[in-house]
């Protein structure tokens, strides 16, 4: 028998190797299906979300949230803090999945929608000359 330690996912029965891995699989299968969960929810409530966006109650910022470019209702503040919520919680499943930052996952899901937005939602832009963040009306 060798007395060489396997690197990488193993699945044997002797050792703790075996619990710790197996156990990583599960934590991995959860957050696929907590992934899959939160796609679906997000789904749900796009239409109204979209709507928002092209009535210009909202606009996407750079941090992945949604955030109010107008006073909003109860109703559609309650809508924003799900959708933001289950976003956050996208990107830290996502950023552990991939081993990267949330950072770098927010920043990807922000450039993606940048592809499909409306003319005249309201987006960050990053200002060089002024060296932050600001808010403009898309114009393509």
């Known amino acids: 028998k060798s007395d060489v330690i396997p690197s990488g996912p193993t699945l044997t029965d ?9 156990a990583s699989l599960y934590v991995a299968a959860a957050s696929s299906d907590r992934q899959a969960q939160l796609v679906q929810l997000r789904a749900a ?3 109204q979300i979209e709507a928002m966006l092209d009535n ?10 949604l955030m109010p470019r107008a006073s909003l209702s109860a109703n559609h503040q309650a809508l924003v803090n799900a959708e933001n919520a289950d976003r956050a919680e996208l990107y830290k499943l996502e950023a552990a999945e991939k081993n990267t930052t949330v950072d ?15 003319k005249g939602t309201w987006v960050e832009r990053y200002n060089k000359s002024t060296g932050s963040w600001e808010w403009f009306q898309w114009d393509q």
């Not at 002797?14 to 197996?22: A, E, M």
């Not at 210009?56 to 949230?65: F, I, N, W, Y």
């Not at 770098?104 to 499909?116: I, N, S």
């Open 14 to 22: 002797d050792g703790s190797v075996f619990p710790v891995k197996l």
């Open 45 to 47: 409530r796009h239409p």
């Open 104 to 118: 770098e996952v927010t920043l990807g899901y922000y450039l993606a929608r940048l592809e499909h937005i409306n």
């Open 56 to 65: 210009q109650l909202v606009g996407e910022s750079h941090t992945g949230a």
